[in-house]
């Protein structure tokens, strides 16, 4: 029996959107590698610790950033070993880390954010009108939805907000 696969046109969009990703992260990873000296997930876990109160739990980091636990501990491991973040025992919970951003990471951090900001702008912004940004976003968050994932869902939740296009959950 023959299994059918996407038609032409469904296949070409999923194509361009994986390929739209991949060039956009990759000519960010070369600009921060060749400016910073750190890569985009070294980026993206300094973010979140600077978004958060100055520290994350390392699951609850691994949450927002929709990886998994072993991602996020050997990363973190590899950051912590570069000086980027520390690990602080939770008085709390003692099974339990916290995640810091370290003085090293600070500064890395500093330094990165000019040239995503830039990379942000010339690959996206400046491309894509408003008008066509706004219709982007609302589809990225559902199809979002529509995932099977459970993970990081706070933080899709978040995004829409950030994008006016969700109300705030009620407190």
């Known amino acids: ?15 361009a959107l994986a390929l739209m990703g991949r060039r956009l992260v990759a000519g960010l990873e070369q600009r921060l ?11 993206d876990i300094l973010m979140a610790l600077d978004a958060s ?15 998994e636990k072993s991602r996020i501990s050997h990363h973190v491991s590899r950051m912590e070993a570069r000086g980027l973040v520390q690990r602080v025992s939770c008085d709390e919970d003692h099974r339990g880390t916290w995640v810091e951003i370290g ?13 995503f900001a830039a990379h942000l702008r010339e690959g996206l912004v400046d491309v894509v009108p408003q008008d066509e940004a706004d219709v982007v976003a609302r589809v990225a968050l ?3 939805d529509a995932s099977p994932a459970t993970s990081c869902q706070a933080e899709i939740d978040r995004l829409g907000v950030e994008l006016g296009v969700r109300e705030p959950a009620a407190s």
């Open 1 to 15: 029996m023959e299994t059918l696969g996407p038609d032409a046109r469904d296949l070409a969009l999923w194509r």
């Open 33 to 43: 590698q060749a400016g910073v000296g750190i890569s985009v997930p070294d980026l």
């Open 53 to 67: 109160p100055g520290r994350l739990r390392a699951g609850s980091l691994g949450e927002m950033l929709g990886w």
């Open 103 to 115: 003085d090293a990471g600070r500064l890395a951090l500093d330094a990165a954010l000019p040239i």
């Open 142 to 144: 559902r199809v979002l």
